[in-house]
């Protein structure tokens, strides 16, 4: 009885002990060529996405306010991201490094500048999209509410 009491807990902490060795930097998992250290008064609100190359598009919190940035492979600042304030959250990011942002412009180009979508009507502009999601296709999803639509591609409705 004892043996089997001992691996049931064995078997619930081994995961957990891995788990902090990766963050104290000695264990798996640890990549010390990657460090993303924020200025002093921004936070990260929450990893958005993360590009085949590596990139990683992120939301901060600074002052209150909402913002989106893009960090490189390496964790730096992606300094040629350079996004609308008033852009809201980051949702989704397209392999190009284009970007679906919560509110308007709602697409952003892989610099950052916005970029054409034009929302169905039955969408609210005076609310944020809830969610945003991209397919293997190109096509994307935007919801908002109780609808969800479908976009082609080339940011057409489809």
Same mark, same amino acid.
């Given at each position: 009885?004892?043996?089997?009491?001992?691996?049931?807990?064995?078997?619930?902490?081994l995961p957990l002990i891995l788990a902090a060795s990766a963050f104290a930097g000695a264990g798996p998992g640890f990549d010390p060529t990657f460090s993303a250290a924020?200025?002093?008064?921004?936070?990260?609100?929450?990893?958005?996405?993360?590009?085949?190359?590596?990139?990683?598009?992120?939301?901060?919190?600074?002052?209150?306010?909402? @913002?989106?940035?893009?960090? =490189? #492979?390496?964790?730096?600042?992606?300094?040629?991201? %350079?996004? +609308? $304030? !008033?852009?809201?959250? /980051?949702?989704?990011?397209?392999?190009?490094?284009?970007?679906?942002?919560? @509110?308007?412009?709602?697409? =952003? #180009?892989?610099?950052?500048?916005?970029?054409?979508? %034009?929302? +169905? $009507? !039955?969408?609210?502009? /005076?609310?944020?999209?809830?969610?945003?999601?991209?397919?293997?296709?190109?096509?994307?999803?935007?919801?908002?509410?109780?609808?969800?639509?479908?976009?082609?591609?080339?940011?057409?409705?489809?």
């Open positions: 009885m004892f043996a089997s009491s001992l691996r049931l807990v064995l078997h619930r902490l924020l200025p002093a008064g921004v936070e990260l609100a929450e990893i958005a996405a993360v590009a085949p190359d590596g990139a990683i598009l992120v939301n901060l919190r600074i002052a209150g306010d909402n @913002r989106i940035a893009r960090l =490189l #492979a390496d964790g730096s600042l992606d300094t040629s991201f %350079t996004p +609308p $304030a !008033t852009a809201g959250r /980051a949702l989704a990011f397209f392999n190009d490094h284009s970007v679906l942002t919560s @509110r308007a412009p709602y697409r =952003l #180009a892989s610099d950052g500048a916005p970029a054409p979508l %034009t929302l +169905p $009507a !039955t969408f609210d502009p /005076a609310q944020e999209l809830w969610g945003a999601l991209i397919l293997p296709d190109g096509k994307f999803l935007l919801a908002q509410g109780r609808q969800l639509v479908r976009f082609s591609a080339d940011a057409s409705l489809n």
